[in-house]
């Protein structure tokens, strides 16, 4: 009897090839997370040797942000296109070279060229990594494993901060932009030998002798394979595109809501140092209370994918909405109460406050990635998560640039940007009002199954 890959791996146990598959995609998103952020990390370095002024330097930090969305769904497109394995190999390779690239930079615009030929890099990557992940994993293990690969930019962030200052001290900044880049096309090699693009994807390409042979190496014999009942057009039996009227509302839902979670989480981490300071705080307690945040992100990203699995996405999305509508209300309030000199117990409420929300919306956004491998079908689905990584740098965008003035149209009061996440955290219930391909609960699925 005929069945589909994702069907014959639940009744599976998961096998080395899996968790290999998983690591590696791992470590590209980490690679690409140190390339991505190495800039950020050397900057004052970088600003001396060119001699520019802070705001200038600007333009070349804020590069890589726009090559990351265009990468993300032109990458996506390539993937879907070629195969999630080639694509990731030339995201990598693309990333790794632009990096090493930027040693070359005698200034700010020719740095931000290459800081945008990385984001192109950085954001296939992350399409490409999330879709092979999702494809060659059951669903009892999907959720969880694709939400845990989004914390893989900030892990890169955070080795990228360990070992960056060393090397520059001893090798200079653009011996860190070679050291990194050349580091990352080991990388590459790694893809191309022991990635396969899942049997799923190759049936919706017409292949079907090797998509059998390719599941055989993970079911233990040849299984008549069926594609996935949402993979082609059923009018006329061919792959669709991302833009198909079949995925109309889950563009529409997962656009707005991925904005929305980015204009949020970029609201928060970019401009709480700067809200913060002009209440009284250091700005080492400032940091601090951002790194607070940092590390909670990563442990409600992996919870995320553990609550999606067993409540549905639909579910866990609205009460992340909800749940972040009244952390940002707290907070604001928590900020606009703050005495001129805060006390320790006024700070730590509003470190933990920072905790809390950087913990809602984080979950938020890993949440997204779950909901997107699952509801786009495999024919799209690297251009699908690229998409909405799009839409989601628009967010991020829009965050760091509306951010300073909301704040400044305060004069001295943070009600008009807390208003403006507020509204924000609002519009994320999108996704469960209007997106129709929701991760369904473990039970429902089970019974699916049997």
Known sequence: MATTFSEAMERAPLRAFQIATFAICMLVLT?????????GIIAPKVIADFGVAKSTFGIAMSASLVGFGLGAWSGGWLGDAVGRRWSLAIA???????????????????????????????????????????????????SVAVTTLSVGTPAGGTVVGWLAPDLVTNYGWRGAFIAFGLAT?????????????????????????????????????????????????????????????SNL?????????????????????????????????????A???????????????????????????????????ATLVVS???????????????????????????????????????SMYALMTYGYPQSCRSAGIGFGIFVARVGAISASGLGGWLLDLGHGSTVPYFAVLTVSAALIMAAPLIVDRHVPPARRARTALA
């Open 185 to 245: 096309l080991l990388i590459v090699v790694l893809i191309v030998a022991a990635l396969r693009d899942s049997p799923s994807f190759l049936l919706v390409r017409g292949k079907p002798a090797e998509a059998r042979r390719a599941a055989a190496k993970l079911l233990g014999s040849e299984v008549d394979l069926q594609p996935e009942t949402h993979a082609t057009d059923v009018l006329g039996g061919s792959p669709i595109g991302v833009l198909h009227r």
């Open 92 to 142: 990598a390779a693309v990333f790794a070279l632009a990096t090493a690239g930027a040693s070359l930079a005698d200034g700010v615009w020719s740095l931000a060229v290459w800081r945008v030929v990385g984001g192109l890099g950085f954001g296939s990557a992350y399409s490409n990594a999330m879709a092979m992940t999702g494809e060659w994993l059951p669903g009892r293990w999907r």
């Open 31 to 39: 690679c690409d997370g140190i390339d991505q952020q190495l800039l």
């Open 328 to 366: 940002f209300i707290v907070l604001a309030i928590t900020v606009e109460r703050l005495p001129v000199a805060p006390s320790a117990d006024d700070r730590l409420l509003v470190v933990v406050m920072v905790g809390i929300t950087a913990a809602i919306f984080s979950a938020g956004m890993a």
């Open 249 to 285: 509302r889950l563009n529409i839902g997962i656009g707005i809501t991925f904005a929305a979670c980015a204009l949020c989480a970029y609201g928060v981490l970019n401009w709480s140092t700067t809200f913060l300071t002009a209440k009284g705080f250091t700005l080492a307690q």
């Open 287 to 321: 940091g601090n209370a951002v790194s607070i945040g940092g590390l909670t992100s990563i442990v409600s990203s992996i919870a995320a994918g553990l609550l999606v699995h067993r409540f549905g996405s639909k579910a866990v999305m609205a009460a992340i909405s």
